[in-house]
């Protein structure tokens, strides 16, 4: 989950106009929605959803990084939900929706619930919106996630105070064992992806932290 430098949902997105570059997915106001640093990052998060193969669902598109991995493990069925409608554009004009295994959904994940069915693995991005949306799409995993699947999470929760930080991945991990789901937050160091050039251009710095913790969600009754 990708919130503004607000922390808010910023409801204008999926109105607003985006632009595509090498190394960046950016809005009209130069916050960045997705950055190529990010890629060992996706790598990690489609080895973690994609580890029981099988069926697997990626809940925002934004540079593909993530749905370029996935593709690396030849899932049975690689389903796409993108919500900005230039984004869901690009999907298309890049071949995504030629691809044999992949389905392509187009609009806000809230809305395209009845269209999902269950994954093996489930991997959830969006850009812009509240923790309590996120909450919320946890409510629907219990249906969402087959037995044995693996889910994950983009953990931008305050990625700009250590603190903070930590205190919001307790408090998912908290919340997702009251739902029956333990959470392991795997470490991986991204303080040599994170020099000052990679930032020119740009007006928030979303993530200024030394270590990434990547989630890694399972039904607890799995492990029973």
Sequence with gaps: MRTN???????????DRVTFSEDKLMDSDSKVVMMAWEKPLMEAYAK?????GGHILN??????LVDTAIQQY?????????????????????????????KIIFGRW???????????GIFFDTYGEYYEDLREFHQHLPILLKPGGNYSFFNGLCGG????????????SLELENLGYSTQLIPLPVKDCLGEEVWEGVKHKYWQLDTYYLPVCQSMQDSE
């Excluded at 430098?5 to 109105?15: I, S």
């Excluded at 973690?48 to 029981?52: E, F, I, K, R, T």
């Design 5 to 15: 430098e607000n922390g808010d949902f910023d409801g204008a997105y999926l109105e």
């Design 48 to 52: 973690a959803v994609c580890s029981g």
């Design 59 to 64: 809940i925002g598109f934004g540079m593909g």
């Design 74 to 102: 030849a899932p049975v069925t690689h389903t796409i939900v993108e919500a900005h409608p230039e984004v869901y554009k690009r999907v298309l004009h890049t071949g995504w929706g030629d691809k044999d295994n992949v």
């Design 110 to 120: 809230q809305d395209v619930l009845s269209q999902l069915e269950s994954y093996d």
């Design 161 to 172: 105070n250590a603190f903070f930080h930590v205190v919001y991945c307790h408090l998912v």
